[in-house]
């Protein structure tokens, strides 16, 4: 009987709202344009959606799996506040989004790069390191090899 009375005073027994998001990527060097998916539960039908990707960027459009540019190198946080019209939430995941610097690529020689050919020179590289780890090293000499 008691159950009745909530159901005749209109009570609504779903579930709260919570929001939650996930991301196709986390860490990447830049530029790079990166897509959010919504994973809110319970509550109803989502009404808005208001995104803060952390870059500056935002979306209100209500839009469940909108993109983000992210340029510079940097660790940024990411907003998501959703509503289904009676409820709202909202989750903020900290350090979320990791763009890496970039290294800087350099090399030097160990002696003049002047003299008649073949000329043998030995190349030393200076690359200061980014915070992104380097799969690779990749020299090409122009002649082939």
């Not at 990166?34 to 208001?50: C, E, Q, W, Y």
């Amino acid at each position: 009987m008691v159950l009745l009375a909530f159901i005749a005073c209109g009570f609504d027994l779903q579930a709260q709202i919570k929001a939650d998001f996930s991301a196709d990527t986390l860490s990447f060097c830049p530029p790079y344009s990166v897509v959010f998916k919504d994973l809110t539960t319970g509550g109803g039908a989502i009404t808005s959606r208001r995104w803060e990707f952390g870059q500056g960027g935002t979306s209100n459009s209500n839009n469940a799996s909108p993109s983000a540019s992210y340029t510079n190198s940097g660790t940024y946080n990411v907003k998501l506040v959703v509503s289904d019209g009676i409820n709202k939430d909202s989750i903020t995941k900290t350090a979320y989004i990791k763009a890496f610097t970039l290294p800087k690529v350099g090399f030097t020689t160990t002696q003049p790069p002047n003299g008649c050919a073949p000329l043998s020179l030995n190349f030393v590289d200076t690359t200061k390191l980014g915070s992104a780890p380097l799969k690779s090293y990749s020299w090409n000499f122009g002649d082939g090899y």
